[in-house]
């Protein structure tokens, strides 16, 4: 059972948390919507890249891309000298399950360096090169007009109108 002087720190503690909360500047309703209805956009947004990402891993000739490179396995002894920052399709696959973007152009940022890496590694005329252009023009065809299409409608959220 409480006793009183319980019931009066419960009480105390209450008292300041009102206090508290009427301190802090609420949200206005408006900005609440606003921000609930970007937040939906950019999810919306991020569901298209995780559709995107997953369309290149399935295309048949993605092999090359949806891992890490096996640098000891494939005797890539200069791999680390040239390739700053490696990237993979798998690996960007676990950080978009895992909520790791903040938003569609670090996705995207990603995607690039795993395809510009290939790019860069491979010399021109070699398969992996060919094959990284022609992914990285698939990607930028799938995703740039996805990307425009959630700024217009992003810019008009933040001006105040429907999305």
Not at 21 to 29: C, E, I, N, Q, Y
Not at 36 to 60: N, P, Y
Not at 76 to 83: A, R
Request: proline fraction near 5%.
């Amino acid at each position: 059972m409480a006793r009183s002087s319980d019931l009066f720190l419960t009480k105390e503690k209450i008292s300041r948390n009102k206090t508290l909360l009427s301190v802090v500047s609420p949200r206005k309703p408006k900005q609440l919507a606003v921000a609930s209805d970007s937040e939906k956009l950019r999810s919306a947004m991020m569901k298209k890249c995780s559709q995107i990402l997953t369309k290149l891993m399935k295309h048949k000739k993605s092999i090359w891309f949806n891992s890490l490179v096996d640098v000891v396995g494939m005797g890539l002894h200069d791999y680390f000298q040239i390739i700053g920052h490696p990237m993979d399709l798998g690996t960007m696959k676990s950080k978009l399950n895992k909520g790791l973007y903040p938003s569609p152009l670090e996705f995207a940022a990603d995607i690039r360096l795993t395809f510009n890496n290939a790019l860069l590694y491979n010399p021109e005329g070699h398969e992996v090169h060919k094959l990284a252009d022609q992914f990285l023009r698939l990607f930028e065809g799938l995703f740039c007009p996805a990307f425009e299409k959630y700024e217009k409608q992003q810019s008009t959220i933040e001006k105040g109108g429907p999305a």
